[in-house]
């Protein structure tokens, strides 16, 4: 059997219809690989198909612009070039006619390219589209991979061209970010008590991540930081938000379009939870009347843990031999610093955080006793360190969890999974040899986001409201 494709072609200036083959698939005894198109016809048919139907709308559109728009008259050639403009279904290569500017024009240019202005991108949106969302997604060489898999594209398409489109697609976001402020509550209180009555309480949780960095600052520097968001609300899920504190000029616009988004009303309450990171508490001020700041639980049990398995670890190395519990002269107890801990995560549950340093002031004492500590110890006594500052720092914001947890109000955002594991590591840190730059970090994210919220086909939508896939309302013919 032989089928033959062709492409009909009716234009609206009622001359006759342009046939015009583009494919013709052999068929011999019935195979499962041979029922229907396989995916080499699929491609040839769509490039064909494509190649036709760009030919006849270029050669449409080019002799409409032959006459001057304004007056009528037409306008000499004055030469032409080949413009390559990349879509979906191939490259192409349109032949664009350099046209006189007419004399009833103002002079500013001798002469115009009419197609070569009608797409100064030289990319059809839709596959910036579909490279940007799987780059979010997947590494730049398994985008092109994907891609060139099952669309018609040519051997074209390079890791070069996909990251230059998401760098683009990224500024055009940042474009249309708007200005930053030094804070963002607008009204006053006479204009909030007005609004209706707000939805539950908005929870936002920030939390840093690193990546590595392409060019290191030194040896010890090798990555830089990246602060996450996700704002929940009680019902619909949650969105979330990233960028490089290094190179962002403004993360507060960033966060407050991100509240924005869910639907934040001037007198609805906002919880802010933290990791207690330096870069990440001061930005939660001055974006809503109603915030509270508080320290993510979740990050203080990780630190806890962390310091519960050096005592484990500790308590091998000292009594190898030994039960738990064994008391030796000169050797850290290792049972009792476990014990210590326990209580002192009881009173940070409970809110107690002059109880909690006094507890942490106890093992460093204990710590810092042996004539002789371990390597172990002084790592312990480190983290011991740190955790104190840790929470001199952030004693402000914690409150009484058990309290907060018993009234069913948020302790942590990251139970489910760690923010940043989710919009940073799986795309940006999985390997080891996956370096960035700052900015290109920055950008990356952007559009990772998006992806992630199900919102970049929208936004691509806005800009080409072509893209819609909603039925268009019928037009009535004349009659
Ligand atoms: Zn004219």
């Known amino acids: 059997m032989r089928v033959r494709i062709q492409v009909v072609v009716e234009s609206d200036a009622g001359e006759p219809p342009v046939v015009q083959e583009v494919a013709t698939l052999e068929r011999g005894p019935l195979q499962p690989e041979g029922l229907g198109l396989t995916l080499a016809e699929a491609k040839d048919l769509l490039r064909g198909v494509q190649e036709t139907l760009v030919a006849h ?64 991108e030289r990319t059809a949106p839709e596959l910036t589209y579909l490279e940007t969302k799987f780059a979010a997604l997947m590494s730049y060489g398994l985008t092109v991979e994907l891609l060139a898999e099952i669309l018609p594209l040519g051997v074209e398409l390079n890791t070069t061209a996909v990251r230059r489109h998401v760098r683009n697609v990224a500024e055009r976001l940042e474009g249309e970010l708007g200005a930053e402020q030094p804070h963002f509550i607008e009204g006053c209180q006479r204009d909030w008590n007005q609004l209706p009555r707000p939805d539950p309480p908005l929870t936002v949780g920030l939390d840093g991540g690193y990546v590595h960095a392409r060019y290191p600052q030194s040896r010890t520097e090798g990555s830089f930081e990246v602060i996450v968001g996700k704002v929940l609300k009680a019902d619909g899920d949650p969105i979330c938000f990233a960028f490089v504190p290094n190179v962002d000029t403004k993360p507060k616009r960033r966060l407050f379009k991100a509240l924005k988004s869910q639907g934040l009303q001037m007198n609805q309450r906002v919880e802010f939870l933290t990791d207690g990171g330096d870069t990440v508490r001061e930005l939660p001020l001055y974006l809503a009347p109603e915030s509270e700041h508080w320290l993510d639980w979740f990050h203080i049990t990780m630190r806890l843990t962390v310091m519960g398995q050096m005592i484990k670890g ?79 720092a952030n004693q402000s914001s914690i409150p009484n969890y058990g309290d907060r947890y018993r009234h069913g109000e948020a302790i942590a955002t990251s139970f489910a999974e760690s923010t940043v594991n989710q919009v940073v590591s799986k795309r940006m840190v999985k390997k080891q040899q996956m370096r960035w730059t700052e900015r290109g970090a920055h950008r990356l994210l952007q559009v990772r986001t998006r992806v992630l919220n199900e919102d970049l086909r929208a936004t691509f939508q806005g800009w080409y409201p072509g893209m819609r896939t909603d039925p268009e309302p019928a037009v009535e013919e004349a009659a």
Not at 72 to 94: A, D, N, Q, S
Not at 318 to 331: C, L, M, Q, T, V
Not at 337 to 362: P, T
Not at 383 to 390: G, M, T
Request: proline share 8%.
């Open 57 to 120: 709308q270029v050669a449409e559109f080019v002799t409409q612009q032959v006459c001057c728009p304004d007056c009528g008259r037409p306008r000499p050639r004055k030469g032409r070039h080949e413009i390559v403009y990349r879509t979906l279904f191939g490259k192409l290569r349109l032949d664009s006619p350099r046209l006189y500017a007419c004399p009833c024009q103002q002079r500013d240019r001798a002469s115009a390219s009419p197609l070569a202005e009608l797409f100064p």
């Open 314 to 392: 500790l308590a091998a190395e000292s009594s190898p031999g030994a039960k738990p519990g064994d008391d030796e002269d000169g050797r850290l107890d290792a049972t009792s610093m476990d014990k210590q801990l326990e209580s002192l995560k009881w009173h940070l549950w409970h809110g107690n955080v002059y109880r909690a340093l006094q507890i942490v002031e106890d093992l460093e004492w204990d710590l810092e006793s042996p004539a002789a500590p371990s390597e172990r110890a002084k790592k312990l006594l480190k983290a011991v360190h740190e955790f104190r500052h840790y929470i001199e």
